[in-house]
């Protein structure tokens, strides 16, 4: 947490926070334990009952350590490689933030979930990795302009506080499915499908705050043993309903956008 809790605002009243042993606060008297494990919990009321179970964040880490969707995390690298702090939200178990902390020695990040088990496992995933339990639909944590870049894969997207937060420069890289991502796959196991219009969306909602700046398209083979297929299911929000007990190895096919925005000084 070292590095970060000068960055943090505090979630009650958007004060400077300060450290102080295990315990994070602000000037008005708002304190926060930094957990054992090493986050920090701001959350404001009880997680939702869709945040991330301890064993969806199992599979999640499983299947990511195995590397199938390391191509996005080279991809995410080439956007942010001379960001110097970067804050990814909905960040899970930070296996991607982490990806690129480890190619860039002089970067720190901040993994922002609204599961207490993401951040518990995200705590540990680098050195100079801080975790911290937040909802990206509220005010984010953090002080205005304290980030160079924001990472958001497959998470949810608050344009407004991603632009507060961005320093003059600042880049927000949005990873989303495009239709054909595992298109196939989810049509087999009935997973969750894909609005056909996503891509318009996704530049109408961020062109309000930021500025289209590229990205690039990341197609993938993906060949899947019978435990990661297993482990696709468990991870996503198909888990809440059924994860089967068994699922047959398969070649999915990883289809995903790689999106760019800038914050420049005008507002678009």
């Known amino acids: 947490m070292d590095g970060w809790v ?18 994070v606060g602000c000037p008005t008297g708002h304190r926060f334990d930094i957990a054992r494990q090493g986050h920090l919990n701001l959350l404001q009321r009880a997680a939702p009952l869709n945040a991330d179970t301890p064993q969806m964040v199992a599979a999640r880490a499983r299947f990511l350590d195995a590397g199938h969707y390391r191509a996005i995390s080279d991809a995410v690298l080439r956007q942010v490689s001379s960001a110097r702090r970067i804050v990814e939200v909905g960040a899970g178990t930070g296996h991607h933030l982490a990806r690129v902390l480890d190619q860039l020695p002089a970067t720190t990040g901040l993994a922002v979930d609204i599961s207490s088990a993401a951040a518990r496992k995200a705590a540990r995933a680098h050195p100079r990795m801080a975790a911290v339990v937040a909802d990206t639909w509220q005010r984010l944590p953090l002080r205005d302009g304290s980030v160079d870049a924001v990472l958001c894969i497959f998470a949810p997207r608050n344009a407004a506080e991603f632009r ?35 891509a318009r969306h996704l530049t109408d909602t961020m062109s309000q705050y930021l500025r289209a700046s590229g990205g690039e398209q990341v197609q993938r083979r993906l060949p899947l043993d019978a435990e990661a297929a297993r482990d696709l299911i468990a991870m996503g929000p198909n888990a809440f309903h059924n994860t089967p007990e068994a699922a047959p190895a398969v070649s999915a096919v990883l289809d995903v956008a790689v999106s760019v925005f800038t914050r420049t000084d005008e507002v678009p």
């Open 6 to 23: 000068e960055l943090l605002s505090c979630p009650a009243c958007a004060a400077p926070m300060f450290r102080a042993d295990t315990v």
């Open 164 to 198: 507060r937060v961005l320093s003059p420069g600042g880049v927000v890289v949005v990873v989303s499915p495009n239709p054909g991502h595992l298109a196939q796959f989810r049509e087999q196991h009935g997973l969750l499908g894909i609005e056909p219009d996503k």
